[in-house]
C-alpha cells in the first residue's frame, strides 16, 4: 500500500432554501453545535492536510464558521448553482496543487464519522482513482443509484436520468467521494452537463474514469450515517440519531442515565465517573461534570463546570460561567449566572446568585437574590467562607459579605458585612392588638350577610 500523506478536502457547504430560514443551512444546530462544525470535526486534520470550503454569494457567516474550527480553511465562492461538480469546481485552486487525495465532502451531512473518511480514502493508496460512499436506502426514491458490474463501480444514475430497473436498485449515492489528487482535476473537467437538468453532476466522474480503464470503487455506511439536512423535518431527524448516539456512549463510558430517552446533551459535554442524570435534564454547550455527581430532574445547564459530588436540582437553572466546587448543592428552583462556588457551598432553595463568588462551605437560605444589575451596569457579590445568609435576603451588589459572617433573614444588605460580624436589616415589627377584627368590621360594615365582596 502506498503512503498517502497530502489531502485537500473541498466542503461544499450548499443554501439549503427549503430550510425556511435566514440562517444559512450549515449553520443550524444539533447537539448544540453547527452542521458544519460536526462535519468538520469529523474531517481528516493535521499536516499535509487543507481545507477549501465552497459557500454561497453572501454567506460570510459560514465563512466565519469553518475559520472558527479550522483557522487555515480557504473560502472559495460558487456565484451560481449549476450542481456538485460546478460546487467543486469553485475551489479549483485548491484542488490544482495537486496533492495525493481530494476528499469531496458536504456540510449538511453531521453524522458522518472520521473512520468513515478513513476508509473513503483506503482504496486510493491501493490504485482505485474514486472510491464514492453509499448506502443502503429504505426508500431510495430522488437518490442517485450505484451501477456496479462485480467490485467495480461503473456508472452513477441521477434519479431523473434512470431507467426502471436502474431505479429499482437501492445501493444508493451519498455524495461523499474520495479521488486521486493527481487526477482529480483533470477528471472533473471532462464533466459535462448533458443531463435532465442541464447541470454539471460530480457523479458523473464514475462514468469518466471508466472509460479511462480506471477503478472505481464503493465504500458502503449506514443510511444514518450520511444523512442530508434540507429541512427542519430532517433536522430533527438527525438531532434524534445524535442524541441516541451521544447517550449511548454516555452510557458506555459509566453515565448513569435513568430514562436516557429524556436527557438531551451537547457534542462537547465532558463526564466525570459514576455521574447520574435523572429524568428530564438539558446540558447545552460547555458542561463539565465531576466525578459522582447527580443531576436531579428538570434541570437546564449551559457553560458550565461542575466539580466531585455535585448534587444540581431538581429544577434547577445554570447559565454560562456557573462553576461549582466539589460537593456543592444547588437546589430546587435556583438560578445561577457568572457565579463561583466553591466546595460545600448550599443554595438550596429559590434563590437566584447572579455576578458572584462564594467560599467554601458557606450557606445561602431560600429566597436569597444577588441584585447584580442596577439597570446600566453589573455588580459582584462576593461571600466569604463560612457565611450564612438568611432566607429572604437581597444582597445589593457591589457588595462583600466577610468570612463566618451571618445575615439575618429577611435583610436587604447595601454595606460590606466584616468577618464573623452579623447583618440585619429590618423594619421593626408592630402589633395592633384586636386590629385584625376592627379591620374585618370596617370592610364588611353594610354588607348584606353572606353576599360575596365585589371584585
Not at 444 to 455: L, V, W
Request: net charge neutral; charged share 20%.
Amino acid at each position: 500500500m502506498t503512503a498517502r500523506s497530502s489531502l485537500t478536502i473541498v466542503l461544499a457547504a450548499g443554501e439549503g432554501t427549503r430550510m425556511r430560514s435566514s440562517l444559512p443551512k450549515v449553520l443550524h444546530p444539533i447537539a448544540h453545535q453547527s452542521l458544519l462544525t460536526h462535519v468538520l470535526a469529523a474531517a481528516p486534520k493535521g499536516t499535509g492536510t487543507s481545507l477549501a470550503v465552497v459557500i454561497g454569494p453572501d454567506h460570510q457567516p459560514v465563512a466565519d464558521e469553518a475559520k472558527r474550527i479550522r483557522p487555515d480553511a480557504l473560502t472559495f465562492v460558487q456565484h451560481e448553482r449549476l450542481g456538485t461538480a460546478h460546487a467543486v469546481l469553485a475551489a479549483r485552486d485548491a484542488i490544482a496543487r495537486g496533492v495525493d487525495d481530494l476528499l469531496i465532502a458536504f456540510g449538511d451531512t453531521p453524522l458522518i464519522s472520521a473512520e468513515t473518511f478513513a476508509r473513503l480514502r483506503a482504496p486510493l493508496a491501493k490504485g482505485a482513482a474514486i472510491a464514492a460512499l453509499g448506502f443502503r436506502a429504505a426508500d431510495p426514491t430522488g437518490y442517485g443509484r450505484f451501477i456496479v458490474e462485480g467490485d467495480r463501480l461503473v456508472a452513477i444514475r441521477e434519479q431523473a436520468d434512470a431507467s426502471p430497473k436502474e431505479r429499482k436498485i437501492d445501493l444508493c449515492n451519498a455524495g461523499v467521494m474520495a479521488i486521486d489528487g493527481r487526477r482529480a482535476l483533470a477528471i472533473l473537467d471532462k464533466i459535462g452537463n448533458a443531463n435532465a437538468k442541464g447541470e454539471y453532476y460530480l457523479t458523473d466522474a464514475v462514468g469518466i474514469i471508466s472509460e479511462q480503464g480506471w477503478d472505481a470503487v464503493v465504500i458502503e455506511t449506514s443510511e444514518d450515517e450520511v444523512r442530508g439536512i434540507n429541512t427542519k423535518a430532517q433536522l430533527a431527524e438527525a438531532e434524534s440519531v445524535m442524541q441516541a448516539r451521544l447517550r449511548k456512549a454516555a452510557m458506555e463510558a459509566g453515565v448513569t442515565l435513568i430514562a436516557p430517552e429524556t436527557v438531551y446533551l451537547a457534542a462537547d459535554t465532558v463526564f466525570g465517573k459514576d455521574v447520574t442524570i435523572e429524568p428530564f435534564v438539558v446540558i447545552g454547550p460547555g458542561v463539565s461534570i465531576g466525578d459522582g455527581t447527580v443531576i436531579h430532574s428538570f434541570s437546564h445547564i449551559v457553560q458550565t463546570t461542575l466539580g466531585k459530588n455535585v448534587s444540581i436540582g431538581p429544577y434547577a437553572r445554570l447559565r454560562p460561567g456557573t462553576s461549582l466546587g466539589d460537593g456543592a448543592r444547588i437546589g430546587n428552583f435556583v438560578e445561577t449566572k457568572a457565579a463561583t462556588l466553591e466546595a460545600g457551598v448550599k443554595v438550596n432553595h429559590l434563590s437566584y446568585i447572579g455576578d458572584a463568588t462564594i467560599g467554601a462551605n458557606s450557606n445561602i437560605g431560600a429566597g436569597t437574590i444577588t441584585c447584580n444589575y442596577d439597570g446600566f451596569r453589573k455588580h459582584k457579590t462576593i461571600i466569604g467562607q463560612g457565611a450564612f445568609v438568611g432566607t429572604n435576603s437581597s444582597l445589593v451588589a457591589p457588595v462583600t459579605i466577610g468570612n463566618g459572617a451571618y445575615i439575618g433573614s429577611g435583610s436587604v444588605i447595601t454595606r460590606d458585612v466584616p468577618d464573623d460580624a452579623m447583618a440585619l436589616e429590618r423594619s421593626p415589627q408592630t402589633i395592633r392588638e384586636g386590629g385584625a377584627a376592627r379591620y374585618r368590621e370596617m370592610k364588611t360594615r353594610g354588607r348584606e350577610p353572606g353576599k360575596k365582596p365585589e371584585k
